[in-house]
């Protein structure tokens, strides 16, 4: 197996490659609006500092938000194409699923939720339950106003650090980790970890900011 893992929903691309074994590379390149400009070049140093080729790939994974409509497409549509130009397999994953599990990894137990960006002063949420047997995401994802959160419990993600007045003091982590994700998919696919993988189709929550204009009416005489 060589599982190429991308995630564009948070800001800037994260990027990595899995052996099923374990994370061969993994890096975070560009900003919020450089998705298209940055990912691909990435992808390609990403197989090449692991000496690894294209050929090689027999999996992708991407994240499908919930996140901002320009990068999710971006991510979406370079993971769907590579994995059919390569003969490869393509998962997708809840990127606030890859956050949650990071979480985890990093040694939060229990309940938990997490918050990220969401734009228009917005958080995008979903809740959680660590234990031993793994995460488990038990509400969510949803969309709302900070304000309108229920903060019983630990909060992580980049929300913490928009709206700490709200959600708590800042609290990583904050962006995706595209080693995460890679880890979250090969024991997904193993039957382990709690989590599930969905189809690799963006995870719109609200419509997009921007919409195309309407129909020009027509001039009469």
Known sequence: MLLLALDT???GVAVALHDGERVLRST???TARSHNEVLVPTIAAVLADAGRE???VTDVAVGVGPGPYTGLRVGIVTARSLALAWGARVHGVCSLDALAAQAAAGG???EFLVATDARRREV???RYRAGAEGVRRTAGPDVGAP???RVDVPVVGSGTRLYPDVLGAERGPLVVDGGALAQLVV???AGRGGLELVPPEPLYLRRPDA????ARKRVTA
Do not use: F, I, K, Q
């Open 9 to 11: 929903a948070t800001d």
């Open 28 to 30: 975070r390149a560009g």
């Open 54 to 56: 294209r050929t090689d």
């Open 108 to 110: 939060l137990d229990g």
């Open 124 to 126: 995008h949420t979903a």
């Open 147 to 149: 304000a309108e959160v």
């Open 187 to 189: 024991d997904a696919l």
């Open 211 to 214: 919409t195309e204009p309407g």
